[in-house]
């Protein structure tokens, strides 16, 4: 099916660890991005890379490192992690100039 | 960051119940996009506007792209239980980043059958 996938669903760590979430999408679009979405639902951009350069980067601890090894793939690698990082990471792309968002699963992330 | 004002928070209505949310922004927006997310998945689009006036449906859903295209308006006709979800409205504004879009804050729908 083509979609927009995420690795792992649940995630579930200790406090200073060092976590990765990988995504990936077959769509054919340029441009990816990661979302957090709180407990209040509200969703945050975080990063987004179009053709694998770095195009958003809002204010977002230095701790997450987004990487892009190709276009179709987005990582995001979570450094030390804190208890304010519990949430749920959502993975997008749209096609290059475009609006149109496309979401993959999510990831719940519970740092203990 | 910058957020659409999405409102009602929350609705509860009675199955088959017409169902109107909207959101508005203080910038003009040149994107409506309506999205659904289900209880433990990614949101999922709905539909998008793209010209002021635009009137969009998508089966028992019509959005509207607002005359002043500083708002939009969702409406879901006849609803059913599975309409149940937390409803987001998001846009592009017309100056800034060509790629982020600004969201609102979610519409909790629950309908009782």
């Known amino acids: 099916d083509t979609a927009v996938s995420q690795t792992p669903k649940y995630l579930v760590t200790q406090m200073g660890n060092d976590k990765s979430i990988k995504c990936e999408q077959n769509l054919g679009h340029d441009t990816m991005y990661w979302y957090k979405q709180d407990s209040k639902k509200f969703l945050k951009i975080m990063f987004s890379y179009n053709n694998k350069e770095l195009i958003i980067n809002e204010t977002v601890p230095n701790r997450f490192s987004p990487k892009s090894p190709d276009k179709a793939h987005l990582n995001l690698h979570i450094n030390s992690l804190e208890l304010g990082d519990s949430a749920v990471y959502f993975c997008?792309?749209?096609?290059?100039?475009?609006?149109?968002?496309?979401f993959g699963p999510g990831t719940r992330l519970t740092v203990l | 960051g910058q957020q659409l004002n999405q409102s009602p928070q929350s609705m509860f209505i009675q199955e088959g119940e017409d169902v109107s949310m909207n959101c508005t922004s203080s910038s003009i927006f040149n994107t409506w996009l309506w999205y659904k997310q289900d209880p433990g998945e990614g949101p999922v689009l709905l539909i998008a506007?793209?010209?002021a006036g635009e009137l969009t449906s998508n089966g028992r859903l019509t959005a509207q792209f607002g005359i002043t295209r500083k708002d939009s308006f969702l409406n879901i006709s006849a609803s059913i239980p599975s309409d149940v979800g937390i409803y987001f409205c998001a846009g592009q504004p017309n100056a800034g980043n060509n790629r982020k879009l600004i969201w609102g804050l979610g519409t909790s729908l629950a309908v009782n059958p």
């Open positions: 506007l793209y010209k």
């Open positions: 997008a792309s749209s096609r290059d100039g475009g609006n149109e968002q496309f």
